[in-house]
């Protein structure tokens, strides 16, 4: 699996579930994140990260790290999703910290983002 790959996996997943779904390809300004998606009026950005293990944790470059906790300081939701072979993990960035859980399945990830979305709307 590649990171193109889970992306456009992740975002078909979250269209099914209603959301509205843009994914930001922008080589000019790097480190936005990978998707935008709006579901019910609550938004949330997503990064998409592959790595061989779930329990690997992904690689990201400087500007990314400092993209999404700005993002987060000005009140975005932004969560990062990791896919692997042997499993999916998702991130909520918070002020200094990440929260981990652990999914099965893309469309997991994908039910996870909407109810995180909806219950911060």
């Not at 590649?2 to 922008?26: C, D, K, T």
């Not at 400087?62 to 932004?78: K, S, Y």
């Not at 200094?96 to 911060?120: D, P, Q, W, Y």
Request: proline share 2%.
């Amino acid at each position: 699996m590649n990171e193109a790959n889970f992306s456009r996996r992740l975002v078909h997943a979250l269209r099914s579930l209603g959301f509205y779904v843009q994914r930001i390809e922008n080589s000019i300004t790097s480190g936005m994140p990978d998707i935008y998606a709006i579901l019910d009026g609550g938004t949330v950005w997503v990064e998409c990260k592959v790595t061989p293990k779930v329990t690997q944790e992904p690689r990201f470059e400087r500007n990314q790290i400092f993209t999404m906790e700005t993002m987060v300081l000005h009140g975005a939701d932004v969560v990062v999703a990791i896919g692997s072979e042997d499993g999916f993990r998702i991130r909520i960035v918070e002020t200094g910290s990440m929260t981990n859980e652990i999914k099965t399945s893309v469309g997991e990830l994908a039910a996870f983002i909407a109810s995180h979305v909806l219950r911060k709307h």
